[in-house]
Nanobody, 123 residues
Framework: QVQLVESGGELVAAGGSLRLSCAAS????????MAWFGQASGKEREFVAS????????YSADSVKGRFTITRDNAKNTVYLQMNSLKPEDTAVYYC????????????????WGQGTQVTVSS
């Protein structure tokens, strides 16, 4: 059974930094495409960043370019989201997601999801 467990979400002041972690089990991380999504209160879940298993190619949403960085550590079976220069509009529940499918990856569809971790950025 695949399990993704996010951690690291906190209340932080604007301009601060956080690092979110996603610990994966029941999943071969080295063969998985991984992503982070954010869902603000009352809004739809939105793509934040992704990292492919092949060569670790990364993509980021325009709203977080230059501020957020996704990385992976296959040995630890963990994916990270380094969040810098946080803004109040970054406030959201952040979800880790995974797929083995290249088609799902390029379409932004992911089969496996964590339960999320809350990030709150004060103004």
């Amino acid at each position: 059974q695949v399990q993704l467990v996010e951690s690291g979400g906190e209340l932080v002041a604007a301009g601060g930094s956080l690092r979110l972690s996603c610990a994966a089990s029941g999943l071969t991380l080295s063969r998985s495409h991984m992503a982070w999504f954010g869902q603000a209160s009352g809004k739809e879940r939105e793509f934040v960043a992704s990292i492919s298993w092949s060569q670790g190619i990364t993509y980021s949403a325009d709203s977080v370019k230059g501020r957020f960085t996704i990385t992976r550590d296959n040995a630890k079976n963990t994916v990270y989201l380094q969040m810098n220069s946080l803004k109040p509009e970054d406030t959201a529940v952040y979800y880790c997601a995974a797929t083995y499918s290249y088609t799902s990856y390029v379409r932004g569809n992911y089969e496996y999801w964590g339960q999320g971790t809350q990030v709150t950025v004060s103004s």
